[in-house]
Nanobody, 119 residues
Framework: VQLQASGGGLVQPGGSLRLSCAAS????????MGWYRQAPGKQRELVAT???????NYADSVKGRFTISRNNTKNTVYLQMNSLKPEDTAVYYC??????????????WGQGTQVTVSS
C-alpha cells in the first residue's frame, strides 16, 4: 500500500492550497483518513481527520479555514486550505487506516508535501 500526497507549494498569507493524497495497492477497505503536519523543531500534530462515513474532526487552529473531504471511489483524501497563515507552514503528511484483508489493518503514511506560507 502506498499513499501519494501532492498539492503543496508556496503561497502568500491569505491564499489557498488544496492537498490531495491517493492510496493505492492491495486495499481491502479504508477506515479513517487524515492530515497531520510537522513544522521545523516541532512535533507532528493532527490537522484533520475524516471517517469512512465522512465524519470530520479538526484541530482548533484550522477550524473554519480548512476542509477535509474524501472520495471513497478513488481512495483519495483532500485538504482544502483557505486563509492560510505563516504558522501553517509545515510538511503535511496524509494518513490512511487501511485494511489489506478482512483481518489485517495498519496505519499508512504518505511521503509528505511542503506547504510554505510567506510573503
Amino acid at each position: 500500500v502506498q499513499l501519494q500526497a501532492s498539492g503543496g507549494g508556496l503561497v502568500q498569507p491569505g491564499g489557498s492550497l488544496r492537498l490531495s493524497c491517493a492510496a493505492s495497492g492491495s486495499i481491502f477497505s479504508i477506515n479513517a483518513m487524515g492530515w497531520y503536519r510537522q513544522a521545523p523543531g516541532k512535533q507532528r500534530e493532527l490537522v484533520a481527520t475524516i471517517t469512512s462515513s465522512s465524519s470530520t474532526n479538526y484541530a482548533d487552529s484550522v477550524k473554519g479555514r480548512f476542509t477535509i473531504s474524501r472520495n471513497n471511489t478513488k481512495n483519495t483524501v483532500y485538504l482544502q486550505m483557505n486563509s492560510l497563515k505563516p504558522e501553517d507552514t509545515a510538511v503535511y503528511y496524509c494518513l490512511g487506516v487501511i485494511w489489506t484483508s478482512s483481518i489485517l489493518k495498519n496505519d499508512y503514511w504518505g511521503q509528505g508535501t511542503q506547504v510554505t506560507v510567506s510573503s
